[in-house]
């Protein structure tokens, strides 16, 4: 975004809001709405909730930035009236707009962080208010369960269904990585989607189930890789639930467990290769050396998987002396090597003397390529 564009006092209060929300709140638009068209006082804000996101657009006055701004919610939401507007003469409660003060970077955070609860209870009372027994049931018996967040979905085109965002898991997954140097706390959910259903089933269908997880913690843990356990005929959510938390916390502790694993094994790489250039020091996955055949300098870089040692690392050589001509002097590659012995169970010593041993005679092939390349750019 052009910051020179933005009123100063707006600027300050969206940095703010953008730095230190704990929600990954993003900027998706910018516009002027002032009779200056260079001035930016509009911008559209997409806020995560519910395993999704919902977009407000938040409407400052350049002429005017002294004032707060107006929220506009999105059209599905017209129901949404945070501040209901009381009769003449009542006392109106306090909230983030009528308490504003434009010199406090805090407040436009404030009254995003405000909305977002008003409107999380909005939607677990429109959930509240769905005429379907079983979905009532399974959606009383996770009550007691913090941070559930709940959506009803519905439209003209769409058919009528609830998504629950169900956070599991109490351990703190950031204080299990030594170093990690993750912003936000990293989260696993389980989404949930309830057909809403207005008639008595004898036997009704399993919720669809999708876990989604923090996108940051695919560097220790595959979501994607994890087998949701079987839902059984006649069960709820809450008999569910405790199954599904034992397998993941006792998978991810073991992907913890396997980051040390790692560790070993890029230090029993020195042996053979030296020192690397660099090396990723918390999660492991990722090492590169640099080594010689005669004249010949190269890197290899390896790249270990979060399945490691049952897979192989993933290793690709890199010139130091061959270049591409006519793609910015980019230097030669090798295609990605696997095919080299392997065993997950060989000690890390025994695993870097075999990859050695088998670049001593790749990395011929792989200068015998440079050449090649250099003279097909003739």
């Known amino acids: 975004m052009a910051v020179d564009s933005i009123p100063p006092i707006i600027l ?6 953008l730095n230190h929300s704990p929600y990954s709140i993003k900027v998706e638009q910018m516009w002027s709405g002032s009779k200056n068209p260079a001035l930016l006082d509009r911008f559209t804000l997409s806020i995560p909730f519910c395993l999704d996101y919902i977009k407000w657009d938040v409407i400052y006055n350049a002429q005017f930035p002294l004032l707060p701004p107006d929220i506009i919610f999105g059209p599905e939401d017209e129901n949404f009236r945070p501040y209901p507007v009381g009769r003449e003469g009542d006392l109106k409660p306090k909230n983030s707009l009528s308490d504003w003060n434009c010199k406090d970077p805090t407040r436009l955070l404030s009254l995003i962080h405000e909305l977002r609860s008003l409107y999380m209870a909005y939607q677990k009372k429109r959930v509240g208010e769905v005429d379907d027994e079983r979905l009532k049931f399974e959606v009383n018996t996770m009550y007691s369960r913090e941070g559930i967040e709940m959506y009803m979905s519905s439209g003209v085109d769409k058919p009528e269904e609830v998504k629950l965002a169900v956070p ?11 170093g990690s140097t993750w912003r936000h706390q990293q989260k696993i959910y389980l989404q949930v989607i309830y057909p809403v259903s207005r008639k008595y089933l004898a036997m009704a269908s399993p919720p669809r189930l999708k876990l989604i997880s923090s996108p940051e913690l695919k560097a220790l843990f595959s979501i994607d890789e994890f087998r949701l356990p079987p839902w059984l005929e006649g069960m709820c959510m809450a008999e569910y639930l405790p199954t599904l938390e034992e397998m993941l916390e006792s998978q991810i502790r073991d992907a913890v467990s396997s980051i040390e694993v790692r560790r070993k094994f890029i230090t029993a790489l020195t042996i053979p290769f030296g020192r690397p250039l660099e090396a990723d020091p918390i999660f492991c996955r990722k090492a590169t050396f640099l080594a010689c055949s005669g004249v010949f ?6 790249t270990l998987p979060l399945q490691f040692p049952r897979q192989q690392p993933a290793l690709m050589l890199q010139s130091s002396q061959h ?4 793609s910015g002097s ?3 590659k090798s295609a990605i090597l696997q095919d080299y012995p392997w065993s997950p169970r060989w000690d890390v010593a025994q695993m870097a003397e075999r990859i ?4 001593v005679e790749e990395c011929l092939n792989f200068k015998k390529h440079c050449n090649e390349v250099l003279v097909q750019q003739r």
């Not at 050695?356 to 670049?359: I, K, T, V, W």
């Open 356 to 359: 050695f041993d088998y670049l």
């Open 12 to 17: 300050t209060q969206l940095n703010y809001l």
């Open 330 to 332: 980019a230097p030669i």
């Open 168 to 178: 599991l898991l109490e351990m703190d997954i950031n204080k299990l990585v030594a």
């Open 297 to 302: 300098t190269f890197l290899v870089h390896f």
């Open 323 to 326: 270049f591409h001509s006519h």
